[in-house]
């Protein structure tokens, strides 16, 4: 995007306080702005989310020991973008919890805090959009918590469905084998979910129209004005963060779960048992934290609770 009158503010401080000018001049376009959805709460035991958590030691055998548990926010960033439309990062989990998760992973990563407000639809609605005119969707990783919430557009032949190309190969291998089970749900990752059957003309050549899943294989993908997306695999092969340069306010960097939370991110804690290929991970954090240098951007774990919140005290609406 060119400013006539130069960067916009949010972006000129960046660069101010050292940000290299090209990691933040794809600047979304004026009139951009997003609101961070908040789509329910999880709890689980710390161990899932940091490397060591909740581990008993031998000098401290025969004390007492508190099983710490985290709670976890789920939430989604809807975008308003003048030249896009809107444009939906992530979709929580889905309404109809525990029903479609099953009672064994609704155990263990438990739904404490889910009121009406919560549901992907009314927390839309409260913005001041509407569902139906979401045209493009960004999914981090393909595990339940971040696209559960994609059974609210199963009906729908308008909607692109975006994620990393390694990410929904391993999503659909993992659901026709059971390989990961339980993070990927058929309910959701269903090849011809969002598909229209194919007509057939006179030549018996199939008339279809395209499938609604969007996949990119770049380790940093131009998005649209204003949004990139990069790869950072480890905790999935093909998860993905989102780099957005608002006018205003400057960088944020959604990471999805890549940290879950800020002990991740902040102390270099590893995951914990929802870890996946840790040396992947840790080459992508050692990316990640150069792009945070470079940008002066803000970075947004998957599930840290302060974090969210602060987030959420910055602003009702981000510009």
Known sequence: MSYPQGLPKGIQG????????????????????????????????????????????????????????????????LIEHPHEGLILWETGCGK???EVWGPVVSDIFSR????????????VEATGNKIEDIKKIIIGHLHLDHA?????????KDV????????????????????????YLEHYLKLGLYVK??????KKTANTTPRNWKTFDERTFDFCQ????????????GLIGMQINMP???TYLFISDHCHVIENWRDGIPQGWLARDHPAWFRSTQRLKQLERTTRGQVIPGHDKETFENLVAQAKVFT
Request: net charge negative.
């Open 248 to 250: 205003v306010m400057g």
């Open 112 to 123: 404490v805090r889910y009121e009406p407000q919560h549901e992907l639809r009314a927390a």
């Open 96 to 98: 109809d919890y525990p």
């Open 160 to 183: 692109e469905i975006w994620v990393h190309d390694l990410e929904l190969r391993s999503a659909f291998w993992s659901v026709a084998t059971g390989a990961d089970v339980g993070v």
């Open 148 to 156: 559960g919430g994609l059974d609210e557009f199963m009906d729908r």
């Open 14 to 77: 960046q660069v101010d306080r050292g940000a290299i000018n090209s990691h933040v001049t794809n600047v979304c376009p004026e009139g951009t702005k997003f609101h961070v959805l908040c789509v329910g709460w999880l709890e689980a035991d710390e161990g899932f989310v940091i490397r060591g958590g909740n581990t008993s030691v031998k000098s401290k055998e025969g004390e007492s020991f508190a099983n710490r548990r985290r709670e976890l926010p789920m939430y989604c960033i």
């Open 226 to 237: 204003g949004i990139t997306l990069h790869h950072l695999p480890g905790h999935t092969d």
């Open 197 to 202: 059957i194919p007509k057939y003309n006179r």
